[in-house]
């Protein structure tokens, strides 16, 4: 296989994402209760045998630096590895990146340097398992500049995705990025003839995924121009016009989670019994930093269609549809249904001191007689005793003190405190 460096984008600032992207940038926000959304991507990258890859981050990276550093520490007598690459400032460039073609051009002497072949650029923030072997031999057998892993999705999501056009042999023709929803793009609808060949209905269109394969010397020409600077909207419409742009298929489970519905739907989706992606799989599991936390306790609980981390302590509690991350504790007679809790980032020493109870400190977690629905409690958060917490769908976004609601969900951002008897949505 020839020499590939792969490419991880940190993202923006996330603003999508707030406010569970206030302290951290969009790939270190957690995910089923133990994971951050960056080691997906890591993950594919390391189960497909790409192990020269580089994160590069911008915005609120330190707990992301942090992460990658204390979890993918490779073998000192393998190759590869995984370095962060933070926006600097040097005699070539006196900016930070504006936009994600940027980013890589200010890494093209890195990628030079490395002997690279060709490079694989991926988003840090999208939930699918993916082999990149596969797009690597389609790019490679189709002799593209530049191949795109696509998949179809149906008119109603295209808004905020790149949508294209691909002929019979796969070749794009047309790009477009992030219509509008009263947009006509009825000019990236394949023809009735090429439908069956993408396994389309009648109102689905092809999206770009964000992972893209280029060979080195045609990503070095289309960067060449200072003016083209995110691969969406300039890049990729530019190179479908003269170049070998090839469309890879893909098949599978795939979510963009770059809004805070996107975010909590794809969380609670993991917990059906046959959800649509699995954290385990012979041979490709998902890795994240090892913690050595000691076995969840449940104590009188009741758990019903959840995911509870490692570390929990559960005390008489009701979970229906609930994500639990590392180090929650849930006290007596608390009710949670359609939740994502993320945890904690260490334990209190004596969480219910009665000092510290009568200076008004709660314990970190929930506590006792609370009702949370439809909310998401970012790590060490801190409610108190009979609070009700309920988010409402279609209700319109608020913010009050140690909470915010956006998209209908009821969000208690990261050390934040609620007081006892704090209600929120009724």
């Not at 793009?185 to 394969?213: A, F, K, S």
């Not at 298929?249 to 992606?277: K, Q, V």
Request: hydrophobic share 40%; glycine share 10%.
């Amino acid at each position: 296989m020839a020499r590939v460096y792969t490419l991880i984008l940190g993202g923006g600032r996330g603003s999508r994402l707030s406010p569970l992207t206030r302290h951290r940038a969009k790939p270190a926000v957690p995910l089923g209760g133990k994971y951050r959304l960056i080691d997906i991507t890591l993950s594919n990258a390391i189960n497909s045998g790409f192990r020269h890859i580089a994160v590069l981050t911008q915005f609120n990276s330190a707990s992301l630096n942090a992460h990658i550093a204390q979890t993918y520490r490779f073998d000192i007598f393998g190759q590869g590895g995984v370095d962060v690459l933070a926006a600097e400032q040097t005699d070539d460039h006196s900016d930070w990146f504006q936009g994600t073609a940027d980013a890589v051009r200010k890494q093209l002497r890195r990628l030079e340097a490395a002997g690279t072949e060709h490079v694989l650029i991926l988003s840090g923030d999208h939930l699918y398992r993916m082999d990149y072997r596969e797009i690597y031999d389609r790019h490679v057998d189709s002799q593209a500049d530049a191949t795109v892993s696509v998949i179809k999705v149906p008119r109603a999501e295209v808004t905020g995705l790149g949508v294209l056009y691909a002929d019979a042999v796969g070749r794009i023709r047309t790009f477009r990025e992030k219509p509008k929803a009263t947009e006509d793009i009825r000019d990236v609808l394949p023809p009735v003839e090429l439908r069956e060949r993408w396994g389309l209905g009648d109102e689905d269109y092809l999206v770009n995924m964000g992972v893209y394969l280029f060979r080195l010397d045609a990503l070095r020409e289309a960067l060449a121009n200072p003016d083209n600077l995110d691969f969406g909207k300039d890049i990729l419409p530019r190179m479908v016009a003269d170049k070998r742009v090839m469309a890879h298929h893909f098949d599978g489970y795939w979510r963009d989670i770059g809004t805070i519905e996107s975010f909590f739907e794809a969380n609670l989706a993991l917990t059906a019994e046959e959800p649509p992606f699995r954290f385990h799989m012979p041979g490709a599991p998902i890795y994240t930093r090892q913690r050595f936390l000691p076995a969840t306790k449940f104590l009188d609980a009741t758990v019903s269609q959840s995911i509870v981390s490692d570390g929990c302590l559960l005390f008489g509690a009701s979970l229906d549809r609930a994500v639990i991350g590392i180090r929650s504790r849930i006290q007596r007679g608390a009710r949670l249904r359609d939740v994502i809790m993320m945890g904690a980032d260490y334990y209190e020493d004596d969480p219910l001191r009665a000092d510290n109870l009568a200076r008004g400190i709660l314990p970190i977690g929930i506590g006792p007689h609370t009702v949370v629905e439809r909310a998401i409690i970012d790590k060490n958060a801190r409610v108190g005793a009979n609070c009700v917490l309920r988010g409402i769908a279609g209700a319109p976004d608020a913010d009050g003190d140690g909470w915010v609601q956006r998209d209908g969900i009821v969000i208690v951002p990261k050390d934040a405190t609620l007081p006892d008897g704090t209600i929120v949505g009724g």
